[in-house]
């Protein structure tokens, strides 16, 4: 139980940590600030080092005395010359941060030679050029990605007709030859990595597949959620219920499985209604698609601010994640802390550990069984919505709460800087 469990770590350690910046905004920069905040907590000295030019920081943070924040200075802007267009945003956005991340690299080790680190935590990414080479070959290297390349370019590859369809061919080309050029480059990178803290067990078997990752230098830790954003409210089920689709309309999502549901759903006569909300990534944009949802039972509303998320969850009664490639999938996991059953591919890492009958599961592609799965879930919840809620909460406070993450964490990187092994 949590409560059994020490309040601060064992032996506090200090951290360099790399990465993108975090923001109390949810989403992946939500993370970011739980993670920091979590393992600060625990009583770990952490300096961060990000590659903005600076940004308007959590609040709290501000009073944890362990907490350092070095900017990399990049000054990328959006709305210039170099970030007015999509394919201009994303080459110079990675130039930007390629620049900062050399600048930041320089500090670390300036930091190290006058106070050692006991390791350096690269968070989100694979690769990075802000880590000293030199610095990691003495002091381990912990990688916690968010995603890696090669699953990003397997599935862009694989549904090539639909993305040639929905976007200029010029950007293809580009998406593709970027990365291709990182894939390799994180084989490569993620190697030089003492432990890798992989975010599911499905993400951690695309790792050894496709990078040839040791299993025995990985770690299974789910993202942690920040559970006071999210309430359950007590509230019949809508007439007709409202399936909710949050987030990218791009590549690998599903999108097009979506399109199908709901004309399936239309077919079978099911009371439900296919609410999409999101918008596409700087490489991939599948919203055209969504022009072949049927009026009578679906809606494309786009892109809303990431403080309207959980309201928007608190007005659903089923969350679908329709993914093909989804190394976590936070939005199950927020979606649950919001008391929404969800009905989630078996590709979903969020769904892993989740207990029955809060989730449905069904395969990648599979249309039919997403309709069944989700005429299935919405009898349970009709029939008792007040238990199915409570139940979707319990599971996200089980798993995905900040203080069982960073505490898992901890453990993890305890142990490794203590070269007493670890356990997959």
Request: with cysteine.
């Amino acid at each position: 139980m949590e409560s059994e469990r020490p309040a601060t770590a064992a032996r506090p350690l200090r951290i360099a940590w790399l990465g993108s910046s975090p923001l109390d905004t949810g989403g992946a920069p939500g993370v970011v600030t739980e993670l920091l905040e979590g393992l600060a907590a625990l009583g770990h000295q952490i300096d961060c080092f990000f590659p903005g030019a600076g940004q308007l920081l959590p609040e709290r943070f501000n009073t944890m005395e362990n907490l350092t924040i070095v900017w990399g200075a990049s000054g990328w802007r959006w709305d210039r010359w170099y970030s007015r267009t999509k394919l201009a945003a994303f080459a110079s956005g990675l130039i930007a941060r390629a620049g900062g991340s050399l600048r930041l690299r320089r500090e670390i080790v300036r930091r190290h030679r006058r106070t050692p680190y006991d390791l350096v935590y690269q968070n989100s990414t694979i690769e990075s050029l802000a880590v000293p080479g030199a610095l990691v070959r003495s002091v381990p290297l912990v990688i916690r990605p968010d995603t890696h390349i090669a699953g990003e370019l397997r599935w862009l590859l694989a549904e090539r007709r639909l993305a040639l369809a929905c976007q200029p061919r010029r950007m293809f080309l580009a998406a593709v030859a970027v990365m291709s050029v990182r894939a390799l480059v994180q084989r490569v990178r993620i190697r030089r990595a003492s432990l890798v803290i992989c975010i599911s067990r499905a993400f951690r078997e695309h790792l050894v597949h496709d990078y040839r990752v040791v299993r025995a230098r990985t770690v299974v830790v789910p993202n942690p959620v920040r559970l006071e954003r999210f309430a359950v409210r007590a509230r019949p089920v809508g007439q007709p219920a409202t399936v909710l689709v949050l987030g990218r309309i791009s590549v690998r999502k599903g999108v097009e499985d979506v399109v199908a549901l709901a004309h399936e759903l239309l077919r079978r006569g099911v009371e439900a209604r296919i609410r999409v909300v999101g918008g596409p990534s700087l490489w991939s944009d599948y919203t055209p698609l969504l022009s072949e949802l049927p009026r009578e039972n679906a809606e494309y509303v786009g892109r809303i601010r990431p403080a309207e998320i959980p309201d928007e969850l608190a007005r659903s009664d089923i969350l679908l994640q329709a993914s093909k490639y989804e190394p976590f999938g936070l939005t199950v996991a927020e979606a649950l802390a919001a008391g929404v059953a969800v009905v989630a591919t078996s590709e979903v890492g969020a769904i892993e550990d989740v207990r029955r009958p809060v989730v449905e599961v069904v395969a990648p592609g599979d249309v039919a069984g997403m309709a069944s799965a989700l005429t299935h879930m919405l009898a349970r919840l009709r029939a008792d919505p007040g238990a199915l809620r409570a139940g979707a909460r319990a599971e996200a406070e089980r798993l995905f709460s900040t203080a069982v993450v960073c505490r898992q964490i901890s453990d993890a990187l305890e142990r490794l800087v203590a070269g007493s092994g670890l356990d997959a």
